[in-house]
């Protein structure tokens, strides 16, 4: 099993590499819908208000997160997911799947907050507990979104479906996220954000052990 | 046919709901008011819904273990009823809230949580009805419906209670056994939540039978030619 999902994780990160350019498309999405936003607001430096720095960015990755997310079951035709289908467990692909996007989520969630504190500044004071809740927020955003994109697969107009179907869901983790990093950002003493923290994993917790129960019921279809 | 005992049971909780809870005495509250009766009406809604939620992933999950269509016929009709009681149980929070808080939307996270919950599953009814193929629609809505309704669990219950709200029993505001002094209002609320609910089965095992039924004739036309 564990051999069977490092293979699947860097059988993702090859076929990434091979297809740089879709990397790079996402990469580039971030840098500018950061550069939009910047313009938008009109603000210089430091001018934007802490509550919505912090809102803005987290908007920002979620939107990244479900556009970087969304090819993980399409980009592959369906003669090949049929090869996995008779190799691979659906447990295996499900897991090196999140894990997989959670990386890919991580990466984008830090070159948004490079980006953000280069031009619109960064009011962070407690980088270390900013930075867990970024780990955490990927894997929370990375399990609910792979699950959906896989369900989003199954139908057409997959685009619309995948944002209708995942921002519900998702918005229990994107509100626990932001009130850590709005903690984070003013610096509060950790013991504060604890509770949240835990709260955090746990919806992680449990988005994660559903898209592992579920998802050999809808890989086999 | 007949009526079965619980549906004589049903008329008869919410004749009882309707007239006592709009005839009984009420305890009398500042701001309040009259608008306590809210509770026979609008909260009893919120319990119903989630019962019937429950009873769709209950048979969600039948489906998905025996892949039989006639479990995705009740998960989908109870969701159905669900819906109604939920937009309904939103409308008559609103009015409330319009009485006593001023505004039909002040973005308390209760009705923010509400709120995104109907979102959650009307596009639960978009998804099932993007799908062509019976046994695929039955198959995906019901994993949805089942990671879905995992993720409303923390959305209402957990959420809410984190942040302050003006909600009555959030924030420091009393709830409602703090204004029941002489548990004059369980003698209305017990009732209405089991007679609503219970009005609730009815309309979906209506529909369920009436799905049944189309599928049986279909079947037969087709296979007829």
Redesign the interface.
């Known amino acids: 099993m564990l051999k069977e999902i490092t293979v699947l994780i860097k059988k993702e990160l090859t076929l990434e590499w091979r297809q740089k350019y879709a990397l790079n498309g996402i990469l580039l999405y971030v840098v500018s819908a950061v550069f939009i936003t910047y313009l938008s607001v009109g603000a210089k430096q430091g001018n934007l208000s802490v509550p919505t720095w912090n809102a803005l960015y987290w908007i920002i990755i979620l939107f990244s997160a479900v556009n970087a997310v969304a090819k993980s079951f399409v980009q592959e035709h369906q003669g090949r997911q049929l090869y996995y289908y008779m190799i691979a467990s659906p447990e295996a692909i499900i897991l090196s799947k999140i894990i997989y996007n959670s990386l890919l989520t991580l990466v984008l969630a830090l070159l948004g907050y490079l980006v953000f504190s280069i031009i619109l500044g960064n009011p962070v004071q407690d980088q270390g507990m900013f930075l867990l809740n970024l780990v955490l927020g990927a894997l929370g955003f990375s399990a609910?979104l792979t699950?959906?994109s896989g369900?989003?697969s199954?139908?057409?107009?997959n685009a619309t479906?995948m944002a209708?179907?995942s921002?519900?869901?998702i918005?229990?983790i994107l509100?626990?996220a932001i009130?850590i990093s709005k903690n984070a950002i003013d610096g509060l003493d950790p013991s504060v954000s604890v509770?949240?923290l835990i709260?955090l994993l746990?919806?992680n917790a449990?988005?994660s052990v559903?898209?592992y129960i579920?998802f050999p019921?809808?890989w086999r279809? | 046919m007949g009526l079965s005992w619980w549906k004589i049971l049903a008329i008869v909780l919410l004749a009882f709901t309707i007239t006592a809870g709009l005839l009984m005495d009420v305890p009398r509250l500042p701001i309040l008011n009259e608008t306590i009766r809210a509770l026979y009406f609008h909260v009893t809604m919120w319990f119903g819904m989630i019962l019937m939620l429950v009873v769709s992933v209950i048979y969600s999950i039948k489906y998905?273990r025996t892949g039989n269509l006639r479990h995705d016929d009740v998960a989908i009709e109870f969701t159905n009823a669900a819906i109604l009681f939920g937009v309904l149980g939103i409308t008559t929070g609103m009015l409330w809230a319009k009485f006593t808080w001023g505004d039909y939307w002040s973005g308390d996270p209760k009705q923010n949580a509400s709120a995104?919950?109907l979102?959650?599953y009307?596009?639960y009814l978009?998804?099932r009805n993007?799908?062509t193929d019976v046994?695929?629609r039955a198959?995906?809505g019901?994993?949805?419906n089942?990671?879905?309704f995992?993720?409303f669990?923390?959305?209402i219950f957990?959420?809410p209670r984190?942040?302050d709200s003006l909600h009555p029993g959030n924030g420091g505001n009393p709830g409602f056994n703090a204004y029941d002094m002489d548990s004059n209002l369980r003698v209305v609320f017990y009732p209405a939540i089991l007679g609503w609910t219970l009005l609730g089965a009815w309309m979906s095992t209506v529909r369920v039978r009436l799905k049944r039924a189309e599928r049986k004739m279909e079947d037969k036309l087709i296979n007829q030619v």
């Open positions: 609910c699950m959906v369900i989003a199954k139908a057409s107009n479906l209708i179907l921002f519900p869901v918005i229990p509100l626990m009130s509770d949240k709260s746990a919806i449990i988005v559903t898209a579920l019921y809808l279809s | 998905l995104i919950g979102l959650m009307f596009a978009i998804l993007s799908l046994h695929q198959r995906i019901s994993v949805y089942i990671f879905a995992s993720a669990i923390p959305l957990v959420l984190l942040t």
